[in-house]
């Protein structure tokens, strides 16, 4: 468990596990397929759920291994009774720079929280705590620190809560910020197009066994044992689709050579489209239930 996944601690749905998280170790696929990819049988616990918890399953994000995953933006939900596919194809996005656009692959805002290389969804999380912390003089607990001389705001602190709650409603909070934050976009970026698709699991005659293998006190009890399965468990499968990446290229439609009757027209960009065979690398983050993974709610 250790060798292959790695805990992540995630704001919203609590502990996270990150397959694929060590980029000194490669792992190839050459073959694309739902047999040549990841396979989890993940048990939710829906009786250790909240009675405020609403739906039930699993929450997936792909991304890259040097990136800070944020499941509740860009995640994926799979729910419990289904086989979950995943079936993934790379993108690489090249946007232009000045003067055609503001991106830069070496930005990186001042006192940023996250260790992991910067994203635009980082940097706005980063803004909202900056602005937490200059306005209260403590952090929002849900966040990193940007060094260790920084607290966070207490639980018992009247003050704290009531300054931070204050905020978080004049702001719109970290997901509808309406602070004025400069964060800019990656000239270079891997993106991974995901198309989903679900079939019920258990089906009714699937027999799992006599002992049922996830339950203790099932025994001698098919029926019970295929039903504990098909409220309590998530099949994920997780895979490529092919073995190559499109590359989206931007290039100026118009330049500083056209005649001068054009002056004022928006300079006007477009994307070009290249599919490249490669050899494929990406991190895998599942949300999940009791077991060590995350619950797919808001209650943690």
Same mark, same amino acid.
């Given at each position: 468990?250790?060798?292959?996944?790695?805990?992540?601690v995630?704001?919203?749905?609590?502990?996270?596990?990150?397959f694929?998280?060590?980029?000194?170790?490669?792992?190839?696929?050459?073959?694309?397929g739902p047999m040549?990819? *990841?396979? /989890?049988?993940? %048990?939710?616990? =829906?009786?250790d759920?909240?009675?405020?918890? +609403?739906? @039930?399953?699993?929450?997936i994000?792909?991304?890259?291994?040097?990136?800070?995953?944020?499941?509740?933006?860009?995640?994926?939900?799979?729910?419990?009774?289904?086989?979950s596919?995943?079936?993934?194809?790379?993108?690489?996005?090249?946007?232009?720079?000045?003067?055609?656009g503001?991106?830069?692959?070496?930005?990186?805002?001042?006192?940023?929280?996250y260790?992991?290389?910067?994203?635009?969804?980082?940097?706005?999380?980063?803004?909202?705590?900056?602005?937490?912390?200059?306005?209260?003089?403590?952090?929002?607990?849900?966040?990193?620190?940007?060094?260790?001389?920084?607290?966070?705001?207490?639980?018992?602190?009247?003050?704290?809560?009531?300054?931070?709650?204050?905020?978080?409603?004049?702001?719109?909070?970290?997901?509808? *910020?309406? /602070?004025?934050? %400069?964060c800019? =976009?990656?000239?270079?970026?891997?993106?991974? +197009?995901? @198309?989903?698709?679900?079939?019920?699991?258990?089906?009714?005659?699937f027999?799992?066994?006599?002992d049922?293998?996830?339950?203790?006190?099932?025994?001698?009890?098919?029926?019970?044992?295929?039903?504990?399965?098909?409220?309590?468990?998530?099949?994920?499968?997780?895979y490529?689709?092919?073995?190559?990446?499109?590359?989206?290229?931007?290039?100026?439609?118009?330049?500083?050579?056209?005649?001068?009757?054009?002056?004022?027209?928006?300079?006007?960009?477009?994307?070009?489209?290249?599919?490249?065979?490669?050899?494929?690398?990406?991190?895998?983050?599942f949300?999940?239930?009791?077991?060590?993974?995350?619950?797919?709610?808001?209650?943690?």
């Amino acid at each position: 468990m250790e060798r292959d996944f790695k805990l992540h601690v995630d704001p919203e749905y609590g502990n996270c596990y990150t397959f694929n998280f060590n980029d000194s170790v490669e792992l190839k696929n050459s073959r694309a397929g739902p047999m040549y990819g *990841l396979r /989890l049988l993940l %048990d939710v616990h =829906q009786d250790d759920y909240m009675p405020t918890t +609403e739906a @039930a399953g699993v929450r997936i994000v792909v991304h890259e291994q040097d990136q800070e995953p944020f499941p509740d933006t860009f995640g994926y939900s799979a729910p419990t009774g289904f086989v979950s596919s995943f079936g993934l194809k790379t993108k690489v996005l090249h946007r232009m720079d000045a003067p055609y656009g503001s991106c830069s692959d070496t930005f990186r805002p001042e006192r940023y929280i996250y260790e992991e290389h910067y994203s635009p969804e980082g940097c706005h999380r980063n803004c909202f705590q900056l602005k937490v912390l200059d306005e209260c003089g403590c952090g929002d607990p849900r966040f990193p620190l940007p060094s260790d001389e920084k607290r966070y705001c207490s639980a018992k602190s009247v003050t704290d809560r009531q300054c931070l709650s204050n905020l978080t409603s004049a702001s719109g909070g970290y997901h509808h *910020l309406q /602070l004025e934050c %400069d964060c800019r =976009q990656p000239c270079t970026e891997n993106v991974f +197009e995901t @198309a989903y698709s679900a079939a019920a699991w258990p089906s009714v005659n699937f027999k799992i066994g006599v002992d049922c293998p996830a339950v203790l006190d099932i025994f001698n009890d098919t029926e019970a044992c295929t039903e504990y399965y098909r409220v309590n468990t998530a099949y994920i499968e997780i895979y490529y689709e092919q073995l190559n990446f499109e590359t989206l290229r931007e290039t100026a439609g118009y330049t500083v050579s056209v005649p001068l009757f054009l002056h004022g027209i928006a300079d006007v960009q477009y994307f070009t489209s290249i599919v490249i065979p490669v050899a494929h690398k990406s991190s895998y983050i599942f949300a999940h239930g009791s077991s060590g993974f995350c619950y797919l709610s808001n209650d943690v």
